[in-house]
């Protein structure tokens, strides 16, 4: 119970995260973004190894947390741009289909979910794809929003991350962290000197960017603690439900509109966490 409560709160701090992150990619370029928000995120998990004093994973629990940082960054940055180009709220659920990889993963090495946790993933997942489709009026047929060419590569991008956040993770999920960021934000920052950002003002700008760092930062940490004590074909799922949130957040704040199959889907996926949860 304890990594599904985990889980799910990961998949809200996400939730929020890529709110902010959205907003953020409309008004300035991705590279900025990922700069300031990763470094934050950087900054935090630093903070929380130092006054932890854990000691020093594996080296290969520390590289199994940078390959999670680096496909990471490319989930992120095709993410975030899918964002800002796409409606949040078809964009979210389709980079959510990033729980097939390491749900595979999970089952290849022999995890086994109850009957009704295999039903609540099932359902889970199809919700995810349902909320996924929008109508074309003119046509009146449905097909993939814009951007789902990013969203999938964000998906695939993500999924990887997970799988290697959930290697790392034994090791110390704080020094995992670490070691994903340690390698994201050099590269970042070097993306967005090399786009010539100009001067990021401080103030609601800079602290929007600041917040989505250290939710995502947040979000990673609460998950690799879910992958500690759960199973992971479960938790990934649990931690792919993200796109509920930002779905309720644009609808809410930005007034998208969400047709009736794309909020049946989400209660779909809502759904199938319940059976997760109590099975």
């Known amino acids: 119970m304890i990594a599904v409560l985990l889980a799910l709160t990961a998949s809200v701090a996400w939730g929020f995260a ?3 992150a959205g907003i953020g990619s409309r008004r300035l370029r991705v590279p900025v973004v990922l700069a300031v928000s990763q470094t934050a995120g950087l900054v935090l998990v630093g903070t929380l190894v130092a006054a932890s004093g854990r000691p020093l994973p594996s080296a290969a629990q520390l590289g199994w947390g940078a390959f999670a940082g680096a496909v990471g960054l490319v989930g992120v940055a095709s993410f975030y741009r899918a964002l ?7 964009v979210g659920p389709i980079s959510a289909t990033s729980v097939v990889v390491p749900v595979t993963y999970g089952l290849v090495r022999g995890e086994r979910p109850s ?9 889970s997942f199809a919700g995810v794809v349902g909320a996924s489709l929008e109508r074309t009026p003119e046509l009146g047929t449905r097909r993939i929003g814009t951007g789902v060419g990013l969203a ?9 991350s997970l799988l290697g956040l959930s290697r790392a993770a034994p090791g110390g999920v704080l020094w995992a962290t670490l070691s994903m960021r340690a390698v994201a934000v050099p590269v970042v920052v070097a993306m967005a000197l090399l786009v010539r950002p100009g001067r990021l003002r401080a103030g609601r700008g800079l602290a929007l960017l600041v917040a989505v760092g250290c939710c995502d930062t947040g979000a990673t940490i609460l ?12 938790d990934a799922v ?7 949130v930002l779905v309720v957040l644009a609808r809410t704040l930005l007034a998208e509109r969400i047709a009736r199959p794309q909020l049946a889907g989400v209660g779909i996926a809502l759904a199938g966490v319940a059976l997760i949860s109590a099975g």
């Open 18 to 20: 890529d709110f902010g």
């Open 84 to 90: 800002a180009v796409g409606a949040m709220g078809i």
């Open 115 to 123: 009957l009704l946790q295999g039903v609540g993933v099932a359902l």
């Open 152 to 160: 999938l590569l964000a998906a695939l991008g993500f999924g990887g």
């Open 223 to 234: 998950y690799g603690l879910a992958t500690t004590r759960g199973l992971l074909s479960v």
């Open 238 to 244: 649990l931690a792919s439900l993200y796109p509920v």
